[in-house]
């Protein structure tokens, strides 16, 4: 939704930093879904880090930092 009220496409993320609890058991989900966002022919270079907790909220097992280039 921030790259869409920026004026831009899910399309237009580049790159993909994924912060996950417990890689094992959450990572082929988050996987499955994540890429259900993205599309078929849509990829961006990601990198995933295996963490102890989401800082935010004890009940979260994901957080996502992403980079989108936006065209004028």
């Not at 996987?31 to 102890?52: C, K, L």
């Amino acid at each position: 939704r921030t790259v869409e009220a920026a004026g831009g496409q899910i399309t237009d993320v580049i790159q993909v930093t994924k912060f996950v609890q417990d890689v094992a058991t959450n990572g082929d989900t988050i996987r499955e879904v994540m890429n259900g966002y993205w599309g078929p022919n849509h990829r961006p270079a990601s990198t995933t880090i295996e963490i102890v907790r989401v800082a935010s909220d004890p009940r979260f097992v994901l957080e996502v930092e992403a980079v989108a280039v936006i065209p004028d």
